[in-house]
């Protein structure tokens, strides 16, 4: 064994201690940390060396790095640290990590240069300021072999037991087997091809039909692929919970094979579902298991690691035991798991925990996405930003008066944005760089502010800074990607507020380097056609592969129909009624069971609920509400039972259109009366417009391929096992469209009919 480890890691391992501490105190952003390294060594010699590598073993470990500087005519070799405020501040246990570091590359400059003594020195390096504070100590080279060898032996007990955990994984995962006698139809095809792409260090796309087994059939050829590959890691990436619990099931199900099988499984959640004391910081003089946690983390790591399976309450009764911090000792086993199962955002956002590691610790990453569609929305999110004038006027009235001056600056450029706008809402065409200059400025005070009074400041403080910063990162890479506009909430009697929004259309520009970075990619997902559209809006490298599965299900399991004479468009909703009704209703007294139906908005499901209560008073229903709690949407799931009869209305989209599984007859049916379409906006029709500038389909982009994509969902609930019957009704004759048929499951057979309903002697319908 010859385990190489980074000299950072390896004293972040083994020279942590004391509490954690997160009181928000401003560090240095990386580019003024790059900046003021450069600043120190323009300020030395011309014989100064920056950027060192240096490399050096102890038995069974090869531990390497770069020193960031060395004067080899004053033998000095230096640690630089960027800060910001007063130097004091900086906390004995981070002090005694960067003298650690220090001493490690003191060794190995020693060893390579053959020295009996060097001077060491930790430079602080005030961002702010520009003035550096220089600690330094004279060391001979025996002294620092002998601290060089003692983190090494404290490492390498760790390292050897690593280097036996992945021997042994990778043998269990040599033997590993599909676990049932059998591939149900189409996942052979997929796991092959999930594969090869993990063979070849490709990215794949795959649509595959909800119901086939998606995640064991993608799991399973990942974790096979591992040791020909010598993979690091493996993340399993998800837009909701159901699909972290499905990854669970299935990696379950795959580790039942072996007894105590050495495959390390981590279910990584969010902080707020994780954090035991929500109401109190994170620091030692607050929480009580913040207090000691870099002296409890070594048992508790071990324990949590020798246990291999840690969902997420496994972590939590290992955290308890050892009174550490559920969430942060998730973080830190985030570095030594084989698997982790977690939401899309830690891979993928600005500030992603899952890339920062695999960045740092140069792993070999292979990536599952599951239901891969939901990324677009996701993504435009992880890089949008929004300020809000009213909560900013909230924080100037209280702000200290040292950043009254600055805030008020802002202030009045905000105010003259706006002042001339002709409508509520509007887009502007370049970002407003007066603006911007005066929130960087005020970004800069509220830092030094921050930076000098740590602690008893306001939160609504904190949350203007946060957002800030991040609108002021997202400008400095504003383009065609995303928008500038500004709504305006007019208030009688009183001067007019805004809201400022940076929002991303296409995420591609940023995810493309998340990709790229990862050894393989599979996206998969039951509608990710057409894959030109995901490409684009994803990033995803010109050569990724695509495959559609063969569907498992065949034809007469579902009959799929088209209302040829219905329309659901905004002007003709009110004349819908009467046939909508009839339909449902017709259909639930020749066959009663469960059904759902899909509705475009809250309102549209309202006006047809409130008319088949009235006019068909015998069909039971239930319906979706608005801001529905995990325990009232539950509540809506459990009406659907093998014995219960009635139509649950939902809104296409929402809760109850993915992610649901109502099997057998729990669900026999969808009326889906909309095709999904976008509400036609200002915002949406820019991302037609940009949409069809950028890729040269802009309807489609924008309205048509996210509609229907919804619509395929929803009607994906009926049939979950190759033993289901179900029906599936399109309310609307647009689904008749050519254009539209296409995008529709090549596996239906699709059929039509009329309703009768009062609409007489109405005009054509538009095309949409």
Known sequence: MNYRIAVRALCEFTAKEGDLDLRFTPAPTAQEGIAGHRTVVLRRGPAYLSEVSLAGEYPGLLVAGRADGYDPVANLLEEIKTH????????????????????????????????????LAVVYFNVISQKETVLRERFDADTLRAFFELQCSRFVAWARQEDAHRQARNASLEQLRFPFDSFRKGQRQLAEAVYRAARDGDTLMTQATTGIGKTLATLFPQLK???????????????????????LDALAVLRSQEESMPLRVLEHVARDKACEYPDRACHGESCPLATGFYDRLPAARQEALAGNWLTQQQVRDVALKHQVCPYYLSQELCRWVDVVVCDYNYYFDMTALLFGLTVLNEWRVTLLVDEAHNLVDRGRGMYTAELDQGRFNELRAVAPTALKSPLDRVNRHWNQLHKEQQADYQIYPAIADLFILSLQKAVSAITDHLTDQPTGNDAALLRFYLDAMLFTRLAETYGDHSLFDITRHARPGKRTLSTLCLRNIVPAPYLATRFALAHSATLFSATLSPSRYYMDLLGLPSSTRWLEVESPFSADQLDVSIARNVSTRYQHRGGSLEAIGRVLADRYRRQPGNYLAFFSSYAYLQQVLDHVRIHHPDVPLWEQSRSMSEAERQAFLDRFTDSSRGIGFAVLGGAFGEGIDLPGARLIGAFIATLGLPQVNAVNEEIRARMQTMFGNGYDYAYLYPGLQKVVQAAGRVIRTTSDRGMVMLLDDRFGQPQVRELLPGWWQVGSFAVEHPQRGRKPLPEY
């Open 84 to 119: 910001r405020g007063d130097v004091n501040r900086i906390p004995q246990n981070h002090r005694m990590l960067h003298w650690a570091q220090a001493k490690i590359y003191g060794h190995l400059m020693c060893t390579e240069q053959e020295l009996d003594e060097i001077d």
């Open 225 to 247: 692929a591992f040791p020909g590959q010598n993979l690091d890691r493996l993340f399993f990436l998800t837009a909701k919970t159901p699909g972290r619990r499905l990854a």
